[in-house]
């Protein structure tokens, strides 16, 4: 049975289209530092990450942080990202993968729990944006989860956009989550913030690579 015209993939950004894990940890511990703590290794943060933010945070603390604690964590932790994410580039195959989708016909966006004024010419300097129907980063404060920011997402693309015809991917617990809450489907990529383990405890598809997630997208989309 061949895919709807209106298959649609809603990507995340950090951790799925942008490869940024040496960032997204060295800034992590960068905010640790602060507090005192030791710093972690990749493979423990794709362990105990998790959304909201201060609640990773009372996993290696043992308890939740003050306000105080948590926006000096915040600002150290996105000063830090900010000055690293340069050395960034976009995970592999990716921007052929999202030429691909256009050109078969297929719409895709945009959602980040990156903020939105950072996120736009992110996007626009890697040559990407003509790709997507639309680009949302982060409004508002930094920590929670995207479930309402992805209701706002399609209902911003409502008439061109169906949620049972919508495959979000990401590579956190919360992009699932996100798109349960609006009635889309989700692949999860093991490339970014979880690991294998904790995203396969979601129960929806898991995968390796970004050209796995398109196809698996694509198949739900049938």
Not at 27 to 32: G, K, L, R
Not at 148 to 168: I, K, N, Q, S
């Amino acid at each position: 049975m061949g895919m709807h015209a209106n298959a649609h993939i809603v990507w995340d950004w950090n951790g799925t289209l942008f490869h940024d894990n040496d960032a997204i940890i060295g800034a992590t511990n960068a905010a640790f530092a602060e507090l005192g703590l030791e710093p972690i290794t990749l493979e423990q943060y794709r362990t105990l990450y998790c959304v909201p933010v201060p609640k990773f945070y009372e996993r290696l603390l043992g308890r939740l942080p003050t306000d105080t604690e948590w926006e000096l964590m915040d600002g150290v932790f996105h000063r830090y990202y900010t000055e690293h994410r340069v050395r960034c580039g976009l995970a592999d195959g990716a921007a052929e993968l999202l030429a691909g989708w256009r050109s078969a016909g297929h719409s895709q966006s945009l959602l980040s729990m990156y903020g939105h004024e950072d996120l736009v010419p992110l996007v626009r300097g890697f040559g990407i944006e003509a790709h997507f129907i639309r680009v949302d980063g982060r409004t508002g404060p930094s920590g929670g989860s995207k479930a309402e920011h992805m209701v706002r997402h399609l209902e911003a693309l409502r008439g061109a956009v169906e949620p049972a015809r919508t495959v979000v991917i990401g590579d956190a617990a919360d992009d699932a989550v996100a798109a349960r809450h609006v009635g889309a489907q989700a692949v999860l990529y093991t490339g970014g913030s979880h690991s294998r383990a904790s995203l396969e405890s979601i129960g929806v598809p898991v995968v390796d690579t970004l050209a796995e997630a398109v196809a698996e997208a694509r198949r739900l989309a049938a």
